[in-house]
C-alpha cells in the first residue's frame, strides 16, 4: 500500500511539473504594450468623450463603428467611465 501511495505521489508531482511548464511566453513578435491599460496602444480618448455618459456611449459607439478585426485594441488607460443616476440605460 506504501508503494501505491509513493506512486501516485510521484504521478500527481509529475503532472504538476510538466503542466507548470506550460504557461506563459510563445511571444507574437509584437512589440509594444497593446492592451495592458497603459493607454498607449491607441490615441488618448478625448476629455470631452469623458464630461457625460451621453457623451461617453457616443465615443464608444464611433469605437466601434471604426475598429477591423486585426486593428490593435483600444485602451481606456486610467479613465474611468462617467455614470449617471438619473439617465436611463443605453445600448450599445
Request: charged fraction near 10%; include cysteine; glycine fraction near 14%.
Amino acid at each position: 500500500m506504501k508503494n501505491r501511495n509513493s506512486l501516485w505521489r510521484v504521478a500527481a508531482l509529475s503532472a504538476v511539473l510538466a503542466t507548470a511548464g506550460c504557461g506563459g511566453g510563445g511571444g507574437d513578435g509584437s512589440s509594444g504594450n497593446a492592451g495592458d491599460g497603459s493607454g498607449s496602444a491607441s490615441a488618448p480618448i478625448p476629455a470631452s468623450a469623458t464630461a457625460s455618459t451621453d457623451s461617453f456611449i457616443a465615443y464608444v459607439k464611433t469605437l466601434i463603428a471604426s475598429s477591423s478585426e486585426t486593428a490593435a485594441p483600444a485602451s481606456l488607460g486610467t479613465v474611468v467611465a462617467p455614470t449617471s443616476e438619473t439617465a436611463q440605460p443605453s445600448g450599445l
